[in-house]
């Protein structure tokens, strides 16, 4: 099994910054994309941001030049930036990995248990 555990959320005012962070462990043989999605209460399961196995990044348009994501390749981590938060930013943020396990060869996308951000006016 796979798990991914994130850490890094919290309260902050709008203008601030959050930094989260999702490490990946378990039955692990290959990791993919890895990334960010965040579900406001009543809205939908959105994503992020993402990043590739080669580095590339990719973000929604609502936080593009806000938030920025990288990733440790040894250390199965993905990481979040979060700069300029605002209210519309709150909600809670699920990392995601595209990973390839022991034994079954294939691949699936595991999900973090979710970190609340909440951003205060």
């Known amino acids: 099994q796979v798990e991914l555990v994130e850490t890094g959320g919290g309260l902050v005012q709008g203008g601030g910054s959050l930094r989260l962070s999702c490490a990946a462990s378990?039955?692990?043989?290959?990791?993919?994309?890895m990334g960010w999605y965040r579900q406001a209460p009543g809205n939908e399961r959105v994503l992020v941001a993402r990043v590739t196995g080669d580095g590339t990044t990719n973000y929604a348009d609502s936080v593009k030049g806000r938030f920025t994501g990288s990733r440790d390749n040894a250390r199965n981590m993905v990481f979040l930036q979060m700069n300029s938060l605002s209210p519309e930013d709150t909600a809670v943020y699920f990392c995601?990995?595209?990973?390839?396990?022991?034994?079954?060869?294939?691949?699936?996308?595991?999900w973090g248990q979710g970190t609340q951000v909440t951003v205060s006016s």
């Open positions: 995601y990995a595209l990973v390839q396990s022991y034994g079954t060869g294939g691949w699936r996308q595991y």
């Open positions: 378990g039955n692990i043989r290959s990791v993919n994309t």
